[in-house]
């Protein structure tokens, strides 16, 4: 920007205000040199050649050589100069060390002291080396550490546009599912990255998905007002043959440099397409933002821009509850894994706890602990809300005591759908920044998701899911980049560090 290079200039004309003075001298030795040319040479070179210069000009340009070279000459002899002084105090320094003890008392003792601060100072710029040095020994040893805990898995291409939310089935076969702005919504295989299914039904931006606790169902919420409930079936590929973890990390693709709207291998066009969902849920007046299955599979939520969060019977897809109360657009909304609660989030800077354990009263409690948007609120296994927000921060709550946070982490960008893996706890926080950082439920750092030219997020990370199945921990991104990435997460490893 011209502010910071200006600031820049500055700065430079600062640091070598000597540089900037002995040039000015120079060119006023040249405008101004009335010295007398050296008789003959560049003129009898000059004439003795052809040339359709005039002669004025010709002229001319024998006086700015002859500057030239006494502006080097002058310069060489200064060099000359410097260099003999050198020498001179090399060799004052050298017999100064020989007779140090038979001189004078005095003069011995200031050189000593000398000798001292000069040791002190050596000492000090040794001792500074070694810590700079080491800061970036250990940052180098931070990002390797990340790497080895943190290693792409897989990457998840061929959405047509931006991917809003990303979900892992709870029954078998285990499949990714992705909802894009693209209108679509896709099933991939985790082992290969292979498309296997794609939704088409919705008119609009799919902006969620959720799958079924029990069967295959999934649920989906669009930009074209309705919730989407639609049964699947996929054959899985068969898996590739082992590779090393980190070779993807080393290839020589660089991912920039790839087509977003490539798939590896089959497109989805190519692939089984269900246009017809078996339910459909209308009652909303805007945007349906998102929406998740209350525990049990028997009823749905649903979050929408028209301020309201609605509850759904699933076998009839009839409108149980209306909840109303927010003061502006809602963002997200989340289901609890093993109680009949639900926490909605806004754009009011507020979120808000749904009881519906007791059939006969519907009780609501509302959190003022953000300053900006909302943008996501989830339950952990244990008895707290993960929430986060556009004003960089995310706050760890208790359920039985939620008047203030138990922990806040503060970022450097906004945060989108948060998510907490459900054995270790921890939290993953997809940033606007492209950023992917880990947090345990205490607040503290464990780990940012490696990101370079040929692996991680181009664009905003939309959205995060953690995959826990058979001793492995994988977890799931995806951004407005257009594609879905996998990785492998060493949690012990990374709680070890901690």
């Known amino acids: 920007m011209p502010v910071e290079s200006g600031s820049s200039s500055s700065a430079s004309a600062a640091r070598h205000p000597k540089q900037k003075r002995k040039a000015h001298s120079l060119s006023i030795r040249r405008t101004n040199s009335t010295e007398e040319r050296p008789p003959g040479t560049y003129r009898d070179m000059l004439e003795g050649q052809d040339s359709k210069l005039p002669l004025s000009l010709r002229n001319n340009l024998l006086d700015l050589f002859g500057q030239i070279e006494r502006e080097f000459e002058n310069l ?11 020498d001179s105090l090399n060799e004052r320094l050298t017999g100064d060390g020989q007779i140090m003890e038979g001189g004078d008392p005095n003069k011995g003792a200031l050189k000593a002291k000398a000798s001292h601060s000069t040791s002190q100072l050596s ?4 001792t500074t080396y070694k810590a700079s040095t080491s ?57 290969t990255g292979k498309c296997v299914l794609r939704y088409a039904g919705h008119a609009g931006s799919v902006n969620s998905i959720k799958f079924h606790p029990t069967e295959q169902m999934a649920l989906t919420a669009s930009g074209d007002q309705t919730a989407h409930i639609w049964r699947y079936m996929v054959q899985l590929p068969a898996p590739p043959p082992q590779t090393d ?20 291998g089959e497109g989805p066009g190519e692939v089984p397409t269900i246009r017809v969902a078996t339910a459909t849920l209308k009652s909303h007046q805007g945007v349906v933002i998102a929406a998740d299955w209350l525990v049990g599979g028997r009823q749905v939520v649903t979050a929408s821009w028209d ?6 019977e699933v076998e009839t897809s009839e409108l149980v509850h209306a909840l109303t109360g927010h003061d502006q657009e809602l963002t997200h909304c989340c289901t609890h894994p093993s109680q009949r609660l639900v926490v909605t989030s806004s754009r009011d800077t507020t979120f808000r706890l749904w009881d519906f354990r007791d059939p006969s009263i519907h ?9 900006d948007t909302v943008t996501s609120a989830v339950f952990t296994v244990g008895d707290n809300v993960v929430s986060g927000s ?12 939620m008047r203030s946070p138990i922990a806040t982490i503060r970022t450097d960008s906004a945060v989108n759908r948060i998510s907490v893996s459900t054995n270790q706890r921890v939290i993953a926080l997809p940033h606007d920044n492209r950023q992917v950082r880990l947090f345990d439920m205490n607040g503290v750092r464990l780990a940012r998701l490696p990101r370079s030219n040929r692996m991680g997020h181009r664009r905003m990370v939309c959205c995060s899911a953690w995959n826990e199945e058979n001793q492995s921990c994988n977890l799931f991104t995806c951004g407005f980049d257009r594609q879905a990435i996998g990785w492998n997460i060493n949690i012990p490893a990374l709680l070890q560090e901690k």
């Not at 060489?76 to 003999?84: D, G, S």
């Not at 009780?363 to 300053?371: D, I």
């Open 76 to 86: 060489y002899i200064e060099n000359l100069e410097l260099r003999r002084e050198i």
């Open 123 to 126: 000492q000090k710029l040794k």
């Open 135 to 191: 800061k970036i020994v250990s940052s180098f040893k931070a990002t390797a550490g990340s790497r080895a805990v943190c290693q792409l898995l897989k990457e998840y291409v061929g959405h047509r546009d931006g991917i809003w939310d990303l979900g892992v089935t709870r029954t078998q076969p285990v499949v990714l599912g992705t909802a894009s702005a693209d209108h679509c919504a896709l099933l991939w295989s985790i082992e």
């Open 245 to 264: 973890a980190t070779a993807s990390c080393d290839d020589d693709q660089d991912s920039s440099d790839r087509e977003e709207g490539d798939l590896d």
């Open 307 to 312: 301020r309201a969060a609605n509850l759904y």
């Open 363 to 371: 009780s609501v409690n509302v959190f003022q602990g953000h300053t």
């Open 390 to 401: 556009d004003d960089r921060t995310v706050k760890v709550w208790d359920l039985k005591n």
